[in-house]
């Protein structure tokens, strides 16, 4: 997990980048196990960016896989056209502005909003900062947050 700290707009517009590149990578083409993702947990009222895979393999070789995947992120996003750069930035912006599909969805964004004092006015600002931002000062941020650390659990215990 990487922590997002007060950028947290950026970090779900990463992992918005990253998420087929990600379940492409370890999913189809490496088949390290069914279920492969990346996704934004809030934990402790902090946001961070997790990569999920539920494998057979050993841990400390998915531990540097994933590790791996950071990097190669890192590359891929360095190497994006500013027309790729735009198309994922409308794409992001049609993502999260789309109507709920599902209770779950309603839930977890009433959750967020009203349990956890999240700003009610968070989406349009993120709209913002994704519609102001530049590939350079994307690229930077990336590199900024994949020099933090890294936090990886082997398993998650429900009963600890």
Same mark, same amino acid.
């Given at each position: ?19 087929? @590149? ?19 947990? @809030? ?114 215990? @429900?009963?600890?």
């Amino acid at each position: 997990m990487i922590n997002l700290g007060e950028n947290y707009q950026l970090g779900f517009f990463y992992s918005h980048v990253i998420n087929e @590149l990600f379940f492409d990578s370890l999913r189809t083409k490496e088949a390290l196990g069914y279920i492969v993702f990346n996704t934004i947990r @809030l934990i402790r009222s902090k946001r961070f960016v997790c990569f999920v895979v539920q494998s057979e393999k050993d841990g400390d070789f998915l531990i540097n896989r994933i590790n791996d995947f950071i990097v190669e992120s890192q590359k891929y996003i360095k190497e994006l056209s500013n027309e790729d750069f735009e198309e994922f930035k409308k794409g992001f912006i049609i993502e999260i502005t789309k109507p709920f599909d599902n209770l779950t969805v309603l839930h977890r964004f009433v959750h967020n909003k009203y349990q956890l004092d999240e700003n009610i006015n968070q989406e349009l600002e993120t709209i913002k900062i994704i519609n102001n931002l530049k590939l350079s000062d994307f690229i930077n941020f990336v590199n900024d947050l994949t020099k933090l650390k890294v936090n990886v659990f082997k398993s998650f215990p @429900l009963n600890e």
